[in-house]
Protein backbone atom coordinates (compact mmCIF):
# COMPACT_ATOMS: atom_id res chain seq x y z
CA UNK A 1 0.00 0.00 0.00
CA UNK A 2 2.71 2.35 -1.03
CA UNK A 3 2.28 6.28 -0.30
CA UNK A 4 2.68 8.61 -2.62
CA UNK A 5 6.68 8.60 -3.99
CA UNK A 6 8.95 11.43 -4.87
CA UNK A 7 12.39 11.69 -6.13
CA UNK A 8 15.05 12.62 -6.10
CA UNK A 9 14.69 13.22 -2.02
CA UNK A 10 17.69 15.64 -2.20
CA UNK A 11 18.91 17.46 -5.58
CA UNK A 12 21.42 20.18 -5.44
CA UNK A 13 21.30 22.33 -8.52
CA UNK A 14 23.95 25.01 -9.74
CA UNK A 15 22.16 27.90 -11.41
CA UNK A 16 21.38 28.12 -14.34
CA UNK A 17 20.89 23.73 -14.45
CA UNK A 18 17.58 22.46 -15.00
CA UNK A 19 15.90 20.42 -12.19
CA UNK A 20 13.33 17.36 -12.58
CA UNK A 21 11.17 16.57 -9.54
CA UNK A 22 9.48 13.83 -10.11
CA UNK A 23 5.98 12.50 -8.47
CA UNK A 24 4.08 9.13 -8.71
CA UNK A 25 1.07 9.53 -6.88
CA UNK A 26 -0.81 7.00 -4.78
CA UNK A 27 -2.74 3.60 -6.85
CA UNK A 28 -5.77 4.39 -7.81
CA UNK A 29 -5.17 8.59 -7.51
CA UNK A 30 -5.44 10.29 -11.13
CA UNK A 31 -5.11 14.07 -9.33
CA UNK A 32 -1.78 15.74 -8.84
CA UNK A 33 -0.66 18.59 -6.69
CA UNK A 34 2.50 19.92 -6.41
CA UNK A 35 3.19 22.50 -3.55
CA UNK A 36 6.62 24.18 -2.95
CA UNK A 37 7.61 25.43 0.49
CA UNK A 38 10.11 28.01 1.34
CA UNK A 39 12.15 28.40 4.66
CA UNK A 40 9.43 29.71 7.17
CA UNK A 41 6.94 30.30 5.16
CA UNK A 42 4.11 28.00 4.53
CA UNK A 43 3.25 25.44 1.48
CA UNK A 44 1.96 27.72 -1.68
CA UNK A 45 -0.13 25.77 -4.15
CA UNK A 46 1.88 25.50 -7.94
CA UNK A 47 0.18 23.03 -9.79
CA UNK A 48 -3.11 20.73 -10.25
CA UNK A 49 -2.83 18.52 -13.16
CA UNK A 50 -4.96 15.38 -14.21
CA UNK A 51 -3.98 12.62 -16.57
CA UNK A 52 -2.40 14.82 -19.43
CA UNK A 53 -4.19 17.59 -18.45
CA UNK A 54 -3.12 21.02 -16.39
CA UNK A 55 -5.85 21.88 -14.52
CA UNK A 56 -4.97 24.99 -12.55
CA UNK A 57 -1.70 26.50 -12.74
CA UNK A 58 -2.38 29.55 -11.23
CA UNK A 59 0.47 29.28 -8.37
CA UNK A 60 3.37 28.33 -11.13
CA UNK A 61 5.78 31.29 -12.07
CA UNK A 62 5.18 32.30 -15.40
CA UNK A 63 8.64 31.45 -16.20
CA UNK A 64 11.19 28.73 -16.30
CA UNK A 65 8.63 26.54 -14.15
CA UNK A 66 6.53 23.57 -15.93
CA UNK A 67 4.98 20.67 -15.40
CA UNK A 68 3.29 17.49 -16.99
CA UNK A 69 1.49 14.33 -15.60
CA UNK A 70 1.40 12.18 -18.79
CA UNK A 71 -0.35 9.07 -19.67
CA UNK A 72 2.18 6.45 -18.32
CA UNK A 73 4.67 7.63 -15.49
CA UNK A 74 5.00 10.32 -13.11
CA UNK A 75 3.77 13.37 -13.03
CA UNK A 76 7.09 15.93 -13.74
CA UNK A 77 8.14 19.29 -12.27
CA UNK A 78 10.78 21.14 -14.21
CA UNK A 79 12.35 24.14 -13.48
CA UNK A 80 15.07 25.41 -16.22
CA UNK A 81 17.91 27.60 -15.28
CA UNK A 82 17.47 27.45 -11.38
CA UNK A 83 18.28 30.55 -9.63
CA UNK A 84 18.89 30.61 -5.63
CA UNK A 85 15.79 31.37 -4.65
CA UNK A 86 14.32 28.08 -5.88
CA UNK A 87 16.40 26.53 -3.29
CA UNK A 88 13.20 24.96 -1.49
CA UNK A 89 10.88 22.46 -0.80
CA UNK A 90 8.93 20.77 -3.37
CA UNK A 91 5.85 18.45 -2.18
CA UNK A 92 3.62 16.70 -4.33
CA UNK A 93 0.49 15.24 -3.20
CA UNK A 94 -2.58 13.09 -5.05
CA UNK A 95 -6.32 12.57 -4.29
CA UNK A 96 -8.68 9.55 -6.17
CA UNK A 97 -11.01 12.21 -7.14
CA UNK A 98 -11.42 16.47 -7.58
CA UNK A 99 -12.11 17.41 -4.01
CA UNK A 100 -11.20 14.67 -2.27
CA UNK A 101 -8.42 14.86 0.52
CA UNK A 102 -4.81 15.18 -0.48
CA UNK A 103 -2.20 12.93 0.55
CA UNK A 104 1.44 13.94 0.55
CA UNK A 105 4.88 12.77 -0.30
CA UNK A 106 7.76 13.33 1.50
CA UNK A 107 9.05 15.67 -0.80
CA UNK A 108 12.15 16.42 -2.71
CA UNK A 109 14.75 19.11 -1.06
CA UNK A 110 15.98 21.60 -3.91
CA UNK A 111 19.61 23.47 -3.02
CA UNK A 112 20.62 25.73 -5.82
CA UNK A 113 24.03 26.43 -5.53
CA UNK B 1 -6.10 36.39 -1.83
CA UNK B 2 -7.65 33.59 0.98
CA UNK B 3 -5.05 33.14 3.85
CA UNK B 4 -5.47 31.29 7.09
CA UNK B 5 -3.59 32.30 10.17
CA UNK B 6 -2.53 29.97 12.90
CA UNK B 7 -2.26 30.52 16.14
CA UNK B 8 0.28 30.53 18.59
CA UNK B 9 3.49 30.02 15.96
CA UNK B 10 5.47 28.29 18.97
CA UNK B 11 4.66 25.92 21.25
CA UNK B 12 6.46 24.89 24.68
CA UNK B 13 4.74 22.77 26.71
CA UNK B 14 5.02 20.00 29.35
CA UNK B 15 3.93 16.22 28.98
CA UNK B 16 0.45 16.03 30.46
CA UNK B 17 -0.89 19.41 29.55
CA UNK B 18 -3.35 20.41 27.41
CA UNK B 19 -3.50 22.91 24.46
CA UNK B 20 -5.68 24.36 21.62
CA UNK B 21 -4.30 25.81 17.94
CA UNK B 22 -6.18 27.91 16.48
CA UNK B 23 -6.92 28.87 12.83
CA UNK B 24 -8.38 31.47 11.62
CA UNK B 25 -9.58 32.99 8.08
CA UNK B 26 -11.81 36.14 6.67
CA UNK B 27 -12.74 33.62 4.47
CA UNK B 28 -14.83 30.71 3.64
CA UNK B 29 -13.93 27.22 3.35
CA UNK B 30 -15.74 23.94 2.09
CA UNK B 31 -13.44 21.69 4.03
CA UNK B 32 -10.56 22.41 6.37
CA UNK B 33 -7.82 19.61 6.61
CA UNK B 34 -4.84 19.36 9.30
CA UNK B 35 -1.81 17.83 9.05
CA UNK B 36 1.45 16.82 10.90
CA UNK B 37 4.59 17.52 9.28
CA UNK B 38 8.31 15.84 11.06
CA UNK B 39 11.49 17.64 10.16
CA UNK B 40 12.53 16.19 6.34
CA UNK B 41 9.04 14.74 5.41
CA UNK B 42 5.48 15.46 4.30
CA UNK B 43 2.57 16.92 6.30
CA UNK B 44 0.02 13.81 7.16
CA UNK B 45 -2.79 14.13 7.28
CA UNK B 46 -4.98 14.10 10.25
CA UNK B 47 -8.73 14.94 9.90
CA UNK B 48 -10.58 16.68 7.39
CA UNK B 49 -13.90 18.66 8.77
CA UNK B 50 -16.52 19.78 6.11
CA UNK B 51 -19.92 20.73 8.13
CA UNK B 52 -19.64 24.31 10.37
CA UNK B 53 -19.74 23.09 13.62
CA UNK B 54 -18.45 19.94 13.30
CA UNK B 55 -16.39 17.95 15.82
CA UNK B 56 -13.98 15.20 15.11
CA UNK B 57 -11.91 13.57 17.78
CA UNK B 58 -8.53 11.47 17.45
CA UNK B 59 -7.54 9.39 20.27
CA UNK B 60 -6.27 12.65 22.24
CA UNK B 61 -7.05 15.32 19.54
CA UNK B 62 -10.38 17.21 19.08
CA UNK B 63 -10.71 19.01 16.14
CA UNK B 64 -13.57 21.02 15.17
CA UNK B 65 -14.68 23.34 12.72
CA UNK B 66 -16.13 26.67 13.15
CA UNK B 67 -20.39 27.22 12.02
CA UNK B 68 -19.03 29.44 9.62
CA UNK B 69 -16.92 27.40 8.17
CA UNK B 70 -13.96 30.16 8.53
CA UNK B 71 -12.13 28.93 11.89
CA UNK B 72 -11.09 25.81 13.80
CA UNK B 73 -9.20 24.79 16.25
CA UNK B 74 -6.84 21.48 17.25
CA UNK B 75 -7.23 20.42 20.89
CA UNK B 76 -4.76 18.09 22.27
CA UNK B 77 -5.62 16.62 25.97
CA UNK B 78 -2.47 15.33 28.17
CA UNK B 79 0.10 15.94 25.73
CA UNK B 80 3.05 14.20 24.87
CA UNK B 81 6.64 14.33 24.02
CA UNK B 82 5.52 11.64 20.50
CA UNK B 83 3.16 14.79 19.93
CA UNK B 84 5.95 17.22 18.88
CA UNK B 85 6.01 18.44 15.30
CA UNK B 86 4.75 21.19 13.03
CA UNK B 87 0.48 21.40 13.01
CA UNK B 88 -0.72 22.58 9.53
CA UNK B 89 -3.73 23.71 8.59
CA UNK B 90 -5.12 24.02 5.26
CA UNK B 91 -8.28 24.85 3.76
CA UNK B 92 -10.05 24.45 0.21
CA UNK B 93 -12.06 27.07 -1.01
CA UNK B 94 -15.23 27.00 -2.13
CA UNK B 95 -16.88 26.97 -5.88
CA UNK B 96 -14.67 23.95 -6.94
CA UNK B 97 -10.57 25.02 -6.62
CA UNK B 98 -8.96 22.06 -5.41
CA UNK B 99 -6.04 23.82 -4.37
CA UNK B 100 -5.07 24.21 -0.68
CA UNK B 101 -4.55 26.88 1.33
CA UNK B 102 -2.34 26.58 4.03
CA UNK B 103 -1.36 28.55 7.21
CA UNK B 104 2.03 28.80 8.22
CA UNK B 105 1.75 26.27 11.00
CA UNK B 106 2.21 26.01 14.68
CA UNK B 107 5.60 24.24 15.96
CA UNK B 108 4.41 21.95 19.30
CA UNK B 109 7.50 21.22 21.36
CA UNK B 110 6.53 19.01 24.32
CA UNK B 111 9.25 18.62 27.16
CA UNK B 112 9.34 15.01 29.01
Known amino acids: NAGVMQNPRHLVRRRGQEARLRCSPMKGHSHVYWYRQLPEEGLKFMVYLQKENIIDESGMPKERFSAEFPKEGPSILRIQQVVRGDSAAYFC???????????FGPGTRLTVL | TQLLEQSPQFLSIQEGENLTVYCNSS?????LQWYRQEPGEGPVLLVT?????EVKKLKRLTFQFGDARKDSSLHITAAQPGDTGLYLC????????????FGKGTKLTVNP
Open chain 1, 93 to 103: ASSPDRGREQF
Open chain 2, 90 to 101: AGASQGGSEKLV
Open chain 2, 27 to 31: SVFSS
Open chain 2, 49 to 53: VVTGG
